[in-house]
């Protein structure tokens, strides 16, 4: 079945650092993917999406680019800010299912 | 433009009682989908709703069951609580149904559900 793999957290780093989270995913079609994002005490947000192979979503300084070849969405920063710290999903949902799969999510602790 | 509610935000219950959940969508909104949030199983969908039918269902026992009703508004009920339903329920919004290109979903703070 389908399935989305994170990479385990937390995830520390210092402010400014560059992020990468790892996301790899198992479909049997052509998936949307996303990532959604957790702040203390808030429910989910989305936070940027991709439809197809190649895609690259994009928000508030965040990517991630959708890979066919190697089943992955790598969510990137280039300078992250303590505002950033917070719970990291990345989801898959297949127009014929009309439900996300999601990954186990990746705690993100930014340190001034 | 107000955003998803949930009520009760807390809710301790004991083993063997049942819960009812509530969720209002923003308004617009005709889909409503539930997700159950643990720590060991991460975020999981429970089912959803569309103009008060319930269109897809994830793999939950029957104990697990919802409804919408004509303004959209969803509720979800648990019955006989066990442990292990103790989890942050979350229900989302959206227009349409699905992920479609020009979709996206909602999400309210949840309902934080404490079995004892």
């Known amino acids: 079945g389908n399935s989305v793999t994170q990479m385990e957290g937390p995830v520390t780093l210092s402010e400014e650092a560059f992020l990468t989270i790892n996301c790899t995913y198992t479909?049997?079609?052509?998936?949307?993917l996303f990532w959604y994002v957790q702040y203390p005490g808030e429910g989910l947000q989305l936070l940027l999406k991709a439809t197809k192979a190649d895609d690259k979503g994009s928000n508030k300084g965040f990517e991630a680019t959708y890979r066919k070849e190697t089943t992955s969405f790598h969510l990137e920063k280039g300078s992250v800010q303590v505002s950033d710290s917070a719970v990291y999903f990345c989801?898959?949902?297949?127009?014929?299912?009309?439900?996300?799969?999601w990954g186990a999510g990746t705690k993100l602790i930014i340190k001034p | 433009k107000a955003g998803v509610t949930q009520t009760p935000r807390y809710l301790i219950k004991t083993r063997g009682q049942q819960v009812t959940l509530s969720c209002s969508p923003i308004s617009g909104h005709r889909s409503v989908s539930w997700y159950q949030q643990t720590p060991g199983q991460g975020l999981q969908f429970l089912f959803e709703y569309f103009s008060e039918t319930q269109r897809n269902k994830g793999n939950f026992p029957g104990r697990f069951s919802g409804r919408q009703f004509s303004n959209s508004r969803s509720e979800m009920n648990v019955s006989t609580l066990e442990l292990g339903d103790s989890a942050l329920y979350l229900c989302a919004s959206s227009f349409g149904r699905g992920h479609m290109t020009n979709e996206k979903l909602f999400f309210g703070s949840g309902t934080q559900l404490s079995v004892l």
């Open positions: 479909a049997t079609g052509y998936p949307s």
């Open positions: 989801a898959l949902s297949e127009d014929s299912n009309y439900q996300l799969i």
